[in-house]
């Protein structure tokens, strides 16, 4: 398996842009976490979905913030409008169910200008 | 609510050395699971391990070790004869089985073994 597959690899937006990051899980996963790392605040969970259904959206800093899962295999993060606070690393990750090991992608370095 | 504590922010050891890796956990439920994971200079999150709230028993895995025990709400992490490679951040996580909320992180340990 190909694993977590993450897109774009880095981003540079300008402030107030929006920006949409992607994730493709591991195929047979029902879990898909989305998690953002920064110096500051570390690992956070934003949202976690289970069988493409959110679950758990109490970490998303605030309404510029969405994310959707329309398919097993496939998930959006969309920040909009993006600001300069919102650079850092967000990881996608899936496992089999809500607590299993998560499988991590590679990540997508956010930087707002 | 769910707490993961790595008290320890950073280490460093010259190779060869054993390290021991520092977590400490909160949780209300009664099933739950432990993990640990290595992030390396190149940035990616590397699952290293899981343990179910029901099985003390410790594991050991080549040059790593895992020791947990419940009464002290702990889950260590030792590296045997350390390596240069082994440099990385390394993370524990809990996940509580009955909540909501998901593998929560502690705030990871920097390891810096020294040739």
């Known amino acids: 398996d190909a694993g977590v597959i993450q897109s774009p690899r880095h981003e540079v937006t300008e402030m107030g842009q929006e920006v949409t990051l992607r994730c493709k899980p591991i195929?047979?996963?029902?879990?898909l976490f989305w998690y953002r790392q920064t110096m500051m605040r570390g690992l956070e969970l934003l949202i976690y979905?289970?069988?493409?259904?959110?679950?758990?959206d109490s970490g998303m800093p605030e309404d510029r913030f969405s994310a959707k899962m329309p398919n097993a295999s496939f998930s959006t993060l969309k920040i909009q409008p993006s600001e300069p606070r919102d650079s850092a690393v967000y990881f996608c990750?899936?496992?089999?169910?809500?607590?299993?090991?998560?499988?991590f992608g590679q990540g997508t370095r956010l930087t707002v200008v | 609510a769910q707490k993961v504590t790595q008290a320890q922010t950073e280490i460093s050891v010259v190779e060869k050395e054993d390290v021991t890796l520092d977590c400490v956990y909160e949780?209300?439920?009664?099933?739950?699971?432990l993990f640990w994971y290595k992030q390396p200079p190149s940035g990616e999150l590397v699952f290293l391990i899981r343990?179910?709230?029901?099985?003390?028993q410790n594991e050991i895995s080549g040059r790593y070790s895992w020791n947990f025990q419940k009464s002290t709400s702990s889950f260590n992490f030792t590296i045997t004869a350390s390596q240069v490679v082994d440099s990385a951040v390394y993370f524990c996580?809990?996940?509580?089985?009955?909540?909501?909320?998901?593998?929560?992180f502690g705030s990871g340990t920097q390891l810096t073994v020294l040739p």
């Open positions: 990750a899936s496992s089999f169910n809500t607590y299993t090991e998560a499988f």
């Open positions: 195929s047979g996963h029902n879990s």
């Open positions: 979905f289970n069988n493409n259904v959110p679950i758990d």
């Open positions: 949780t209300r439920d009664t099933t739950y699971y």
């Open positions: 343990r179910n709230s029901f099985d003390e």
């Open positions: 996580a809990l996940s509580e089985v009955g909540s909501a909320r998901q593998l929560t």
